[in-house]
């Protein structure tokens, strides 16, 4: 069994401002596409809002996915009830709608189009303890399974059928792609003093 597994340092994620305050893209697929064109298949990335009320930038075509990692945010689409989101709170929603954020805050977005499906989950590993990622849900009809893990707080290690261990820095990414019948054999390691919050992205193509 073979991974292929890159990871994206803070020098190699790129930072742009939007109406409301600042993104870092954290990774984008394929590597050689644009978010600014448009051609992407899917993308991860971490924003602030720095102002009150902002407007979303429109994405045609584009699923989003957005957990809040910091902040409080009421989110207000077009025809559409208002959501409350809190802490670590998910909220689905099409990139179509015209929407409106009220509050300040910090947010994990997860962007796909139609040729694939994303999941997003915050995770808890405790000091010295470690958790095997494994997916309860694999989609046949895709070709390839992205696991992608991006820390809120410290260093980990991943391990790599038990063989390889590779140590990730706090604010770096994991991109591992697994071929889609293929068992994942990871495991998240953390070997910290303090307790450990990542943000895991899967998505399906």
């Given amino acids: 069994m073979s991974y292929n597994i890159k990871v994206i340092k803070k020098e190699g994620q790129k930072v742009s401002r939007w109406d409301g305050g600042k993104t870092t893209q954290l990774y984008i697929y394929p590597e ?47 025809n559409c009830e208002e959501v409350n989101l809190n802490k670590f709170d998910i909220h689905t929603f099409s990139g179509e709608l015209d929407t409106i954020s009220y509050g300040k805050g910090i947010d994990f977005n997860l962007m796909t189009t139609n040729n694939c499906i994303g999941e997003l989950e915050h995770i808890y590993i405790k000091s010295k303890m470690q958790i095997k990622l494994n997916e309860d849900y694999v989609d046949k009809k895709y070709k390839y399974r992205f696991i992608c893990i991006y820390s809120l707080n410290n260093s ?36 910290g003093k303090t307790d450990l919050q990542i943000v895991k992205s899967t998505v399906h193509f």
């Fill in 156 to 191: 980990f290690n991943i391990e790599i059928q038990n063989k390889r261990s590779l140590e990730i820095q706090n604010g770096e990414v994991v991109i591992i792609k697994i071929k889609i019948n293929e068992v994942e054999n990871l495991n998240i390691v953390n070997n």
């Fill in 32 to 78: 050689n596409s644009s978010y600014e064109k448009g051609n992407f298949k899917w993308r991860i990335s971490c924003s602030t809002i720095e102002i009150d009320k902002s407007k979303f930038t429109k994405l045609p075509n584009i699923q989003r996915k957005l957990m809040l990692l910091d902040g409080n945010l009421i989110l207000k689409h077009e």
